[in-house]
């Protein structure tokens, strides 16, 4: 979760002095989907991730070795000057900016206490919600307990699944972590093999499921004990996701306020645009690792499946995935009961839907459903 943005821009110029071309800055939402899932191949990495600032200077882009024309004289003695250049600048310097957690934007350096606070910020309505949801559910007298266990129970599929992928990482089925680091991507192939992987994870979580859903009924929570339960402790989350690893906030929070706005919205077609809104940050995670690595979306989605199966990427924030994913899935099944007894409409209005009121001066004629009209009651007005 850290860059060197400050001596990548010392390197762009020396770059430019040198008569090359160095690489634009990566748009921001590249930098927040890299500093949230790290997926960094330079020789720089390891350096940045022990907090000292370092750069690669090369032919490509920041990603896996690939097949490469080899570079002519003229290209050395360019790769050199530029060198050259950059070891001049940084003996005139007193200090190397440090690798931190800062985005570059339009030119200027967004500073941690500042991307700290933005995300606190977009937070903010998800932590008032589920305050006032557990002051709402205590003055109505619904108890938290069952809906905590509950959502608790919601957690064991998805646990399963990738408790069964982790295993297969461990006899060899799947590829290992190599030094505790994710593998190079052409050591992770979508093969049969990964495709069998991925059965066998969907069946255990599917068995799971069916394994739980009697003892959840069992327990009684009721629908809003189970959704506000969610709430509650997705805003827990959530905090502790600011404090441990705030850019995985980048991915968490478009589906916590997509499924926290889903549960009050009237018409389906809502409920559809706030889908692709929480799967977008996903969508766009893929994306960018599918281009740092030269792969298609399966791919860059294996891949990242994969890696995170074998335990390169740690466990703190795959927990956090999970935990808040179950939290979201307590909140659209929430969504779903609504759908089931009508509450999310077409888009178009139902003869059955609100009485619309007609005015016509100071005196309100409400627009009954029979055509027969009738006499207003006495002293209507």
Not at 45 to 62: E, F, H, K, N, Q
Not at 223 to 241: D, F, M, N, Q
Request: charged share 15%; glycine share 10%.
């Amino acid at each position: 979760d850290r860059a060197a943005h400050g001596l990548a821009a010392m390197a762009r110029t020396a770059i430019t002095r040198a008569g090359g071309e160095a690489s634009a800055t990566p748009s921001l939402a590249r930098q927040l989907s890299r500093l949230a899932v790290s997926a960094s191949f330079g020789d720089q990495a390891p350096i940045i991730a022990a907090g000292i600032p370092a750069v690669t200077l090369a032919a490509r882009s920041d990603g896996p070795p690939r097949a490469t024309t080899p570079g002519d004289a003229e290209r050395m003695k360019l790769v050199g000057n530029a060198a050259a250049g950059l070891i001049g600048s940084l003996d005139e310097v007193t200090e190397v900016p440090p690798a931190d957690a800062s985005l570059a934007l339009a030119g200027k350096s967004l500073r941690p206490p500042i991307i700290l606070i933005i995300l606190l910020l977009v937070t903010l309505p998800v932590l008032v919600a589920a305050v006032d949801a557990l002051g709402r559910v205590r003055r109505a007298g619904v108890r938290l307990g069952p809906g905590t266990r509950a959502l608790a129970w919601r957690t064991a599929p998805m646990a399963a699944a990738g408790l069964t992928l982790h295993l297969l990482s461990l006899v060899g089925f799947l590829p290992a972590s190599a030094a505790g680091a994710p593998p190079l991507p052409d050591e992770v192939p979508f093969t049969p093999r990964g495709g069998l992987a991925v059965a066998l994870a969907v069946v255990a979580g599917v068995a799971t499921w069916w394994f739980i859903r009697p003892r959840m009924r069992r327990i009684g929570a009721s629908p809003a004990a189970e959704a506000a339960a969610g709430l509650v402790s997705l805003a827990v989350l959530l905090l502790l996701t600011w404090w441990l690893r705030p850019f995985v906030l980048v991915l968490a929070l478009p589906a916590a306020h997509a499924a926290l706005v889903a549960t009050v919205v009237p018409r389906r077609a809502h409920v559809v645009g706030l889908a692709a809104i929480a799967a977008l940050p996903l969508v766009g995670l893929v994306s960018s690792i599918g281009g740092q690595i030269d792969r298609g979306p399966v791919q860059a989605t294996w891949y990242l499946l994969a890696t995170a199966a074998s335990g390169a990427r740690g466990v703190g924030g795959i927990a956090l995935g999970v935990a808040i994913t179950a939290c979201v899935w307590s909140l659209v099944a929430l969504v779903a009961l609504r759908a089931s007894k009508g509450l999310v409409g077409g888009g178009s209005t139902l003869a059955t839907g609100p009485v619309r009121p007609r005015m016509s001066g100071t005196t309100v004629a409400p627009r009954l459903p029979s055509t027969r009209r009738r006499r207003p009651p006495r002293g209507y007005r």
